[in-house]
DNA sequence: ATGTTTTTTTTGTATTACAATTGATAAAAC
DNA sequence: GTTTTATCAATTGTAATACAAAAAAAACAT
């Protein structure tokens, strides 16, 4: 995790990526229909008012995202909603202010509660020594930050736990439920949970239980904490 | 589902998705090594005799999958591991040959049993009278087919089935499931399925809790699917 | 009517040129 | 000597133009 770029943020001001933005948004808040035309490239280079190379390079984003399909002499569709994958951290950043938060997140909260306590579960089983070290010292640091609260430094250390465990399952396919989550965080979720000393709690039950080993554990703690008040209710 | 192009498969004979795969192959297979910059443009057009148009959108293609990150001056960095999307039908299709088919079905398996039964909870619940009804004709088509065995027919209504049922649960993040299901069966689940019969009833149940409403049931024999033995080892 | 050829529209690919970013280097100021 | 500033150079970013390829639509012939 050290060698990457700043963030995701710092390619967002490329041209192609602001188009990709645009026309990703029409299409999520359905301005344009699931099979519908959009325009053809030149009209849309007009319309945005860029070259032909930059409006292309936004199509084949969103095409590898499953939101448009081209074919020459046709031109580009939209193609049917199942087929876009919501389970992409840059779609749930451009859903901001399409859908209602409350809605989104509790959805999100329905996939949450079937993937997450598994993945701790696993995590207790497969975590590599390394991992279970890197685990502990965030968890330290969640104890540093609840005696001397700071919001901003908590949801950073929150989200850290919560990454480190699916990168702990060894498992590729829970691998991207971390950027889906801290995205989904950073995007949606702003709760000022002034209940911090009892996440803290829940937080520390499945730490434990992961470094126990102890799988069936894990995944009971987890899912309890996933059932805790205030991942009901995203307070704005 | 009516209006889309006739297949993904298609547009892979387009000259950057052919980069794409090729240049994603060596990022997953480690042979591009994680964090590493891979050659620049100019070098790589040569390597695969394009464009720099047609190279730059696969290389817009690979980032919007979370493979790649460029910058100015510095180049195209391979992104660690725990960014790439797995839960991406195409980069699920390209690992075709690159890892251990019974490791990665195991893996998968690992993500599938946690999803699948909460998504048929979900479809009890949650689907519309179409959605019953579709699923319903999807049912009986299902019998027709065990009854007059074939196995390329019973695979597609397979993977219908399932897919009716994640799209039926209403909820996004659910939905990419469908695709990603349906691409590892096209790719690395082949298996012979003689007990063709067996699975029926397994479905069958599935199928009643669903129409039924009854969520607990629907999740329990979702569950119970998963875990019998066919599962477990993708035989070649 | 039906099958075949031609036309036309749209995306696909190639090429060239220049702009913008930014690390590295060198120069200047303190 | 250290720090700041300016310059340079390498790489990706954007633009513009031209032509190729695909495929639907139209025109034509049978």
């Given at each position: 995790m050290t060698n990457n770029f700043s963030s995701i943020s710092t390619s967002s001001r490329s041209l192609h990526v602001q188009v990709a933005r645009s026309i990703a948004r029409r299409i999520l808040s359905g301005e344009l229909a699931q099979g519908s035309l959009v325009p053809n490239e030149m009209t849309l280079c007009e319309q945005f008012g860029v070259s032909r190379t930059a409006l292309r390079e936004a199509i084949k984003l969103l095409t590898s995202k499953g939101l448009l399909e081209s074919r020459p002499k046709i031109g580009t569709k939209v193609v049917h909603r199942a087929y876009w994958n919501f389970l992409d951290a840059q779609i749930i950043e451009w859903m901001d202010g399409l859908s209602d938060p409350e809605v989104f997140c509790s959805q999100f909260l329905g996939?949450?509660?079937?993937?997450?306590?598994?993945?701790?579960?696993?995590?207790?089983?497969?975590?590599?020594?390394?991992?279970?070290?890197?685990?502990?010292?965030?968890?330290?640091?969640?104890?540093?930050?609840?005696?001397?609260?700071?919001?901003?430094?908590?949801?950073?250390?929150?989200?850290?736990?919560?990454?480190?465990?699916?990168?702990?399952?060894?498992?590729?396919?829970?691998?991207?439920?971390?950027?889906?989550?801290?995205?989904?965080?950073?995007?949606?979720?702003?709760?000022?949970?002034?209940?911090?000393?009892?996440?803290?709690?829940?937080?520390?039950?499945?730490?434990?239980?992961?470094?126990?080993?102890?799988?069936?554990?894990?995944?009971?703690?987890?899912?309890?904490?996933?059932?805790?008040?205030?991942?009901?209710?995203?307070?704005?």
């Open positions: 996939l949450r509660r079937a993937v997450e306590p598994e993945a701790c579960a696993l995590a207790a089983i497969h975590a590599t020594p390394e991992q279970r070290q890197e685990l502990s010292e965030i968890f330290q640091e969640m104890v540093k930050v609840t005696e001397n609260f700071n919001q901003a430094k908590w949801t950073e250390v929150d989200m850290s736990f919560h990454q480190v465990i699916f990168n702990s399952t060894n498992n590729d396919f829970y691998l991207p439920f971390g950027n889906i989550l801290t995205t989904m965080f950073k995007t949606f979720i702003m709760h000022s949970s002034k209940e911090g000393d009892v996440c803290l709690n829940e937080h520390r039950l499945i730490y434990e239980a992961i470094m126990a080993g102890d799988s069936a554990k894990a995944k009971a703690v987890s899912l309890d904490h996933l059932q805790s008040a205030k991942h009901h209710l995203p307070e704005t």
